[in-house]
T-cell receptor, first 112, second 116 residues
Framework: LAKTTQPISMDSYEGQEVNITCSHNNIATNDYITWYQQFPSQGPRFIIQGYKTKVTNEVASLFIPADRKSSTLSLPRVSLSDTAVYYCLVVPYTGTASKLTFGTGTRLQVTL | NAGVMQNPRHLVRRRGQEARLRCSPMKGHSHVYWYRQLPEEGLKFMVYLQKENIIDESGMPKERFSAEFPKEGPSILRIQQVVRGDSAAYFC??????????????FGPGTRLTVL
């Protein structure tokens, strides 16, 4: 299982773009990159998933370079409500449902 | 469509008592996962169940912990003879019947267990 490394914490001001980079040097060919968000006292919530290049949805963008050894979650114009822990996960595609492996995540603090 | 429901949200037990945590998956979902989260740490997988079957229990301690997902009713995580080290937040997640591992898991709000 590919191990992920991401910064422990980040700080940002409201209205800025935030980029959180995750390293997954030993990612396998059939692995997908998935990001979850967790607010205090709540369960994680799926944000975005990708395999390569760029994926965008209404919440975030995910950039994955050609070698796929890292990925960057981009949050445009963050607000105070984006303060949360963000988890980068590598999910192997085996065709069946399986467990998720969480690291310690990146704690994002957004202030005025 | 209601999300994943967990109850109770908070549970206090004394050492040696039993704790029962319940999880009702999203409507139409037949895959249930239990995770445990200690303070300032990420979630750790415990067990994955489908209706009436345990698929993967590799993360669950061999003693005192058990899980079930009966044909009818919620999934239950049972901890017997609780110890202080069992104090944690326990999260349940669910995914749809034909879930592949690319499918999103939907998490409940968690049960916070405190062992006195």
């Amino acid at each position: 299982l590919a191990k992920t490394t991401q910064p422990i914490s980040m700080d940002s001001y409201e209205g800025q773009e935030v980029n959180i980079t995750c390293s997954h040097n030993n990612i396998a060919t059939n692995d997908y990159i998935t990001w979850y968000q967790q607010f205090p006292s709540q369960g994680p919530r799926f944000i975005i998933q990708g395999y390569k290049t760029k994926v965008t949805n209404e919440v975030a963008s995910l950039f994955i370079p050609a070698d796929r050894k890292s990925s960057t979650l981009s949050l445009p114009r963050v607000s105070l409500s984006d303060t949360a822990v963000y988890y980068c996960l590598v999910v192997p595609y085996t065709g069946t449902a399986s467990k998720l492996t969480f690291g310690t995540g990146t704690r994002l603090q957004v202030t005025l | 469509n209601a999300g994943v429901m967990q109850n109770p949200r908070h549970l206090v037990r004394r050492r040696g008592q039993e704790a029962r945590l319940r999880c009702s998956p999203m409507k139409g979902h037949s895959h249930v996962y239990w995770y445990r989260q200690l303070p300032e740490e990420g979630l750790k997988f415990m067990v994955y169940l489908q209706k009436e079957n345990i698929i993967d229990e590799s993360g669950m301690p061999k003693e005192r912990f058990s899980a079930e997902f009966p044909k009818e009713g919620p999934s239950i995580l049972r901890i017997q003879q609780v110890v202080r080290g069992d104090s944690a937040a326990y999260f349940c997640a669910s995914s749809p019947p034909l879930a592949g591992d690319r499918d999103t898991q939907y998490f409940g709000p968690g049960t916070r267990l405190t062992v006195l």
